[in-house]
């Protein structure tokens, strides 16, 4: 088996902040996923990767910056928090992109911005 | 948005009991994932069913899918405690870019 780390697990900002949220798996999975949930709504996809350097932006990524140097790494940027901002954020990994592929998650980075 | 209203739910049952989870979708998918999510961590999935599978079954859980009608349920028979958690059903963006649409997700509290 393999697992998703996602660090910090609990990140306080200011606001316009620049905050950047790491995920690592030892799947050697292709593809990679950051989403984000806020309370009483389902995740929303911000970025994913396909491989290594790839970018392809998801329905959310408007403030948000993301960096796929590595196959097992996959970091979020967020360019200026928003006062108030709370949601958390989930990192995810599948082996192949589609198709109807099981997505592994990580526990989640937790963010709060002042 | 993808989702019906309907599925933003929070159930309360007691242990033994049935219960059945709906979600329905407006855009075409050939799969549908059900995840579960349990407090403080990341969703995992518990069932799978695809465009040509009507049901599909593992362990105490239930799927259906019903592709005309766009919607799919899960059911999980004889609920226990450890089956307290937020259960998500997702679909599949067609083209094959991996991208999954989350419903708005349903809280089962399972009462001892």
């Known amino acids: 088996g393999g697992i998703i780390t996602q660090t910090p697990k609990f990140l306080i900002g200011q606001e316009g902040q620049k905050l950047t949220l790491k995920c690592q798996q030892n799947f050697n999975h292709d593809t990679m996923y950051w989403y984000r949930q806020d309370s009483g709504k389902g995740l929303r996809l911000i970025y994913y990767?396909?491989?290594?350097?790839?970018?392809q932006k998801g329905d959310l990524s408007e403030g948000y910056d993301a960096s796929r140097e590595k196959k097992s790494s996959f970091s979020l940027t967020v360019t200026s928090a928003q006062k108030n901002e709370m949601a958390v954020f989930l990192c995810?990994?599948?082996?192949?992109?589609?198709?109807?592929?099981?997505?592994?998650f990580g526990p989640g980075t937790r963010l709060t911005v002042l | 948005s993808q989702w019906g209203e309907e599925n933003l739910q929070a159930l309360s049952i007691q242990e033994g009991e049935d219960v059945t989870m709906n979600c329905s979708y407006k855009?075409?998918?050939?799969?549908v994932h059900w995840y579960r999510q349990d407090s403080g961590r990341g969703p995992a999935l518990i069932i799978l069913?695809?465009?040509?599978?009507r049901e599909k079954r593992s362990g105490r859980l239930r799927a259906t899918l019903d592709t005309s009608s766009q919607s799919s349920s899960l059911s999980i028979t004889a609920a226990q405690c450890e089956d307290t958690a937020v259960y998500f059903c997702?679909?599949?963006?067609?083209?094959?870019?991996?991208?999954?649409?989350f419903g708005l997700g349903t809280t089962l509290q399972v009462q001892p």
């Open positions: 069913i695809r465009s040509n599978e």
């Open positions: 997702a679909t599949e963006e067609t083209g094959n870019t991996g991208k999954l649409i």
């Open positions: 995810a990994s599948s082996i192949v992109t589609g198709g109807g592929y099981e997505q592994y």
């Open positions: 990767s396909i491989t290594e350097n790839d970018l």
């Open positions: 855009t075409y998918t050939t799969v």
